[in-house]
């Protein structure tokens, strides 16, 4: 790990890259229109972006149209495809302090996790995926007689992939990793919040050896290139992580145009379910990480704690302990525990999911925006307490460092709490009992539920969601389903 002022050099000396890449190389937006792409720890804007809109994303689809066609991609062999893979995971290593310099510019998170978490974690994901390219087998039907029926994977097309600004390098590699490894083209579409690694992620991809075309990326605001990318005819697919109210307009964009298929990763409220026969220390830890990791933007942080009664006042005071300690600072320094939020406009936001938590319950610790260095964007780590059913801050997704605090007295009673949601994205729950461990589980209805940990997540098994936290799976073998269609080849000889 470097130091603060090693950071501070290298962060001035970075050459941005700003302009649309299609068709293997940069070019301004056809309107000629920039956005201001701001530092949300400083509030200075960082550099001007081009901002796509649907003349772009047109270009961006035949760019990738075309290089689906002609195979120039998806005409490689399986392991073709994984060594190009695999070049762009090394070079993403290579780069990792640029990289992690550039999420963390973008989006006021600590370099300490960028560099360590981040980066690190995108190219184990190519890398993975890359190596599960060439070891998924098609099939041959039990027909009998003199016929074959083969089940193939076919890759669909053109994928348009749009993702969030908490996450921006990882949320690009879990979509493009299975899209690409699998054969198709892409458009992608980063946050208009956190555009830059996206765009030298596109570079470092053809300096890997993936063909012109492949691989687009078009910059701009969800109401223009999102949406053109969800309504154009020529996508075949449109994958999404971002929040439930969006991923429903997808949903109706593929309704209005081709009926494309449309994959959602959404919003999120997770309950952390903690019983009195748990290692309490530790559960306090991981309580505190999974709500205040990344500044609480995380679509599965577990943003509800459900303790039971009897330990009430012991969890609340571990808590507050534990968020008391949390270092706010400037994202650069890698003591700093905790950035900013994304901008100032989302700061405002979750400082009004404040306000009316204060009116609601208890406030235990934290509860208001502040400013360091002339950046108003930064939010407390804050905890409320005696947080009764149905208040705001137990039910809507706020994205922000805020825990709300609820208790119960049995099992039945901590199931309805927890799955009185509309989001069913994950879960924790915290015990020594195996058996009640595994029957919460069976009850929960979420994608994922972390035993004596939180947010557990691996390259191995699937993340997603259940209501409408969305659905198709991120990760794993099983992601490949969303990037490929089954085609059945029938011989008779």
Known sequence: MQSLEEYTSKAKNIDFCTE???????????SGETFSNINPATGKKLCDVAKGNSSDINAAVKAARTAFEDGRWSGKTPSERKEVILNLAKLI???VTEMALLDTLDMG????ETVNVDVPGSAFFFQWHAEAADKIYDEIAPTGGRDIAMIRRSPLGVVGAVV?????????TWKLAPALVTGNSVVLKPAEQSPLSALRLAVLAKEAGLPDGVLNVVPGFGEDAGQALGRHMDVDCLVFTGSTAVGKLFQKYAGESNMKQVWLETGGKSPNIIF????LEKAADMAAFGIFFNQGEVCSANSRLLVHSSIKDEMVGKLRERAEKIKQGNPLDPATTMGAMVDVNHAKKVEEFLNVGKAEAKLI???????????DAFIQPTIFADVPEGATIARYEIFGPVLAIQTFDTEDEAIEM???????????VWTSDLARAMDLSDKLHVGTVSVNTVDALSAMTPFGGMKQSGFGRDLSIHSFDKYTALKTIWVKY
């Not at 649309?20 to 056809?30: K, L, T």
């Not at 998170?109 to 300490?112: A, E, F």
């Not at 969030?164 to 949320?171: A, Q, Y």
């Not at 009195?276 to 290692?279: F, I, L, N, S």
């Open 20 to 30: 649309c890449w299609i068709d293997g190389r940069f070019v301004p937006s056809r």
């Open 93 to 95: 290593r290579e780069n």
């Open 109 to 112: 998170k600590p370099i300490s």
């Open 164 to 172: 969030p600004w908490n996450f921006p390098l990882d949320m690009a």
């Open 276 to 279: 009195p026969d748990a290692d």
């Open 365 to 375: 610790t934290g509860g208001d925006r502040f400013s360091i260095n002339d950046s």
């Open 418 to 428: 927890a799955n009185k949601s509309v989001y069913g994205l994950a879960a924790s």
